[in-house]
Each structure stands twice: as structure tokens, then as C-alpha cells.
């Protein structure tokens, strides 16, 4: 695959979005219309228990990921423990 190629297929890929939407690759329209396009697979998923008793949970949404993203702020979530 070429570069131009695998770029192409990580255009709404979390590590390059920022850079997507800043540069014009992306607009934030077409990544809204992408997001809501996307199964929900919620029941696909399960709770984590942390071996110092505290719950893993995803800090922020992906709608509030975008408008930090959006705002210039950073968009890598992680869990709080």
C-alpha cells in the first residue's frame, strides 16, 4: 500500500485527526456525518475492574473529544483510575 493509500484509510483514524481537520483533509461536517454512520456497540463491551479496586472509564465522549479537538486541545482520552 502506498503512502498516499494508507493516509487515505485513516482519514477519521484518532492519531491523525487533529492533523485531518486542521489541514483541510477532513471537515468537522464529515466527520460528524462519519460518526453518526458508526454502529453503536455498546453491548459488544465490558466493565474493567482495576486490580486497585477503582472501575475503568473513558474520560470525555467523542463529541467532546471533537470539540477539544476543534478548540485546539488535545483529543487523547484515557481512563481514569
Do not use: C, P
Not at 28 to 41: S, T, V
Amino acid at each position: 500500500m502506498s503512502l498516499s493509500e494508507s493516509l487515505k484509510s485513516k482519514k477519521f483514524d484518532i492519531r491523525m485527526l487533529d492533523w485531518n481537520l486542521k489541514n483541510g483533509v477532513i471537515t468537522q461536517q464529515e466527520y460528524d456525518q462519519h460518526m453518526a454512520e458508526l454502529a453503536d456497540n455498546t453491548a459488544n463491551s465490558e466493565k474493567l475492574d482495576f486490580e486497585d479496586g477503582s472501575e475503568g472509564q473513558v474520560s470525555g465522549s467523542a463529541e467532546s473529544s471533537m470539540e477539544a479537538s476543534a478548540n485546539g486541545a488535545s483529543n487523547m482520552h484515557g481512563f481514569q483510575h
